[in-house]
């Protein structure tokens, strides 16, 4: 059986992150079909090998040379959205293909649990209602995605399935529970999703002010300024540092008036131990020295698996990468989507608003994994019905 693969990017090209929108924590979503389907069997569109084949087209490659496509997907459904091109896009790609699809990890970017006010544009419809036809049933990460494909669009042949990159590295769990047995030496990892929110400033500075690692998968200003320290320049220190009152002596302020003076006095007269204020020299080490972006997902779990301890923060995928290398990760809660994921697999996670004065040891301290072990083999043999419903071929992995 030959298994075309289709979707995010399972690696980031170098023009990623400056010349490129993107999000590295996609890489971990779209290696999973290929490793839990296997290499031998799949042909993924972005490494090319199906050009080959003598085909222009990758649905032309598909439809004479494959018995089936797996499509990788994200947060496709933006609820209270008017943009409506993706749907359309979507469609028109499903009416290219003949053989039979299924997606994996589909899901819905909600601002509200609430669905009394909450509308999908008639796109949106369109293209969940052909995807129940043409890959029903639809795999989808969780419980509110699925309450939103039926209120909001009608559609119910759905199986909340989790984040397939869960079941990417099953062996991954006994070196997990060889860990919280016998922790080992390492740092700690954070990653961070919009440092408007308070919450993950604070955490972010109390990083600059620690010794551990923050892994950046998206943000441009921050690596911007990682290049320039790793090259000695000054570095032209973010906006969410300078803009909210945290950059200690912070030269020209945007601020003026009375309340800009008092934000800059109080700045250059705050005690060595205010975790809210950072030097340019602090920021600088930092960035030079504990900043991490990786382009390619084993080379990322390489990294954790002989370097990290322990990982959390807001970045759903960041944390799965800890994970999928037998570390322990807490993930903080913002939105549905992230909510909805923890509660299905069961992972350990906190709060937004209360992870705002956590400590690094207070999140090892949360990394509570019985119920995730618990339920691991329904997990597993839910995600083997998926597979089964799709006649894709999968071998349930013997687990801890």
């Not at 008017?82 to 990890?105: A, C, H, Q, S």
């Not at 009375?258 to 205010?274: E, I, N, V």
Request: charged share 25%.
């Amino acid at each position: 059986m030959r298994i075309a693969v289709a979707g995010c990017l399972p690696k980031m090209p170098a023009a990623f992150p400056l010349e490129m929108e993107e999000n590295s924590g996609n890489m971990i979503h779209a290696r999973a079909p290929q490793r839990i389907l296997g290499p031998k069997r799949t042909v993924e569109y972005h490494t090319q090998r199906w050009v080959l084949a003598g085909e222009k087209t990758f649905a032309d490659f598909v439809n004479k040379h494959c018995d089936h496509l797996v499509i990788s997907m994200t947060n496709s459904v933006k609820v209270n959205s008017t943009m409506t091109k993706r749907y359309v896009n979507v469609e028109r790609m499903l009416d290219m293909y003949d053989v039979p699809i299924t997606i994996f990890g589909l899901g819905v970017r909600s601002p509200t649990d609430d669905l009394s006010q909450a509308t999908i544009p008639d796109e949106a419809v369109s293209m969940l209602r052909r995807l129940e036809e043409r890959a029903g049933p639809i795999g989808v990460r969780g419980e509110f995605t699925k309450k939103v494909f039926a209120e909001l669009a009608g559609v119910t042949d759905v199986q909340v399935t989790g984040c397939p990159s869960f079941f990417s590295e099953p062996s991954a769990f006994a070196a997990l529970r060889k860990e919280l047995r016998n922790p080992r030496p390492g740092t700690y990892t954070y990653s961070g999703t919009r440092y408007e929110r308070p919450e993950e400033r604070a955490q972010f500075l109390r990083l600059v002010h620690g010794d551990g690692i923050y892994i950046e998968p998206t943000n441009r200003d921050n690596h911007r300024a990682h290049l320039r320290a790793f090259k000695g320049v000054p570095i032209e220190v973010p906006g969410f540092i300078t803009d909210n009152g945290h950059l200690a002596d912070p030269g020209p302020v945007r601020r003026t008036g009375l309340r800009g003076l008092a934000d800059r006095l109080r700045r250059r007269d705050a005690p060595d131990d205010d975790l809210s204020v950072v030097t340019r020299e602090q920021l600088t080490e930092f960035y030079r020295n504990r900043y991490r972006l990786f382009r390619d997902p084993d080379q990322w779990l390489q990294f954790n698996r002989e370097v990290v301890a322990h990982g959390f923060g807001t970045r759903f995928h960041v944390n799965m990468a800890t994970l999928l290398a037998g570390k322990p990760a807490t993930w903080v809660t913002h939105d549905t989507r992230t909510r909805e994921f923890c509660d299905f697999l069961h992972l350990p996670h906190v709060s937004l608003e209360d992870s705002a004065q956590m400590e690094p040891e207070d999140f090892r301290a949360a990394a509570k994994y019985e119920a995730m072990f618990d339920h691991l083999p329904a997990l597993f043999d839910n995600w083997a019905s998926y597979l089964e419903a799709h006649n894709l071929p999968y071998t349930r992995p013997n687990l801890p």
